[in-house]
């Protein structure tokens, strides 16, 4: 996709017939796959009318610019212009606001806030939503504890967030899902997330005094 073509892909999500509207959306979600693209839609606007669309009143509509967000965060020069987008993704992780919203979307939040971890860039503004991330694993829905870990997992590998991650109050299920019948994704991704607290605790000695005191959970529910 070349720059114009771009630009002209952009101007479509302004449409206001929602059917070219979502269209336009999913056809940019699968261009967003390539670096090139990832780079034309940016400079041609998409980033900003994308997170405008994540309160849409339609919900295939907020979907659509979830999962085009999703692949359009693979891309670090994107990440320095998601700031604002951030704070809206997360909100989405609130019990009262994923009951509203439903699985489908829980799920691409999901999915797209941890394309945005793999980078260390906004981390900080997770800080007080690790009980939230927590709470999913216990959920019984296996693509909500999936792609919750896999968040978890990249927030773990940053040490500056261990301390708040072993503060937070702990998954209920936390023993059973590494139990032997659990589900083998859901176990290597909470084996790793384990993994990554462990080692940093170890290696930067870290005692109970050491963790935040803001969002900390009651002693014994910490992990």
């Known amino acids: 996709m070349d720059p114009y073509e771009a630009k002209t892909l952009v101007a479509l999500l302004y449409a206001s017939d929602e059917g070219v509207l979502e269209r336009a959306l999913v056809t940019l979600a ?12 940016r ?20 979907l659509a610019s979830i999962r085009a967000l999703g692949n359009l965060a693979l891309n670090e020069e994107n990440q320095r212009e998601m ?6 993704l997360l909100s989405f992780l609130t019990k009262r606001t994923r009951e509203e919203e439903g699985e489908e979307i829980v799920e691409a939040v999901l999915t797209t806030l ?22 999913l694993i216990d959920l019984e829905s ?26 937070a109050k702990a998954p209920i299920r936390l023993f059973y ?9 859901v176990l290597l991704r909470l084996v790793t997330l384990l993994a ?28």
């Open 30 to 41: 699968n261009l967003a796959t390539m670096e090139i693209n990832q780079n034309n839609l």
């Open 43 to 62: 400079e041609g606007g998409c980033l900003h009318r994308l997170q405008n669309l994540l309160s849409h009143p339609k919900e295939e509509i907020r």
């Open 83 to 88: 700031k604002g987008v951030i704070p809206i």
């Open 114 to 135: 941890g394309n945005v971890a793999v980078l260390p860039n906004y981390h900080e503004e997770f800080y007080t939503y690790l009980h939230s991330l927590y709470a």
């Open 142 to 167: 296996l693509p909500l504890q999936l792609q919750a870990l896999k968040l978890l997992v990249n927030l773990s590998t940053n040490p500056e967030m261990v301390p708040s991650l072993l503060g």
């Open 177 to 185: 899902l590494l139990g032997r019948d659990g589900d083998v994704e």
């Open 196 to 223: 990554n607290l462990t080692t940093t605790a170890k290696s930067g000695k870290l005692k109970s005094g050491d963790l935040p005191h803001a969002e900390k959970a009651p002693s014994p529910d910490t992990l």
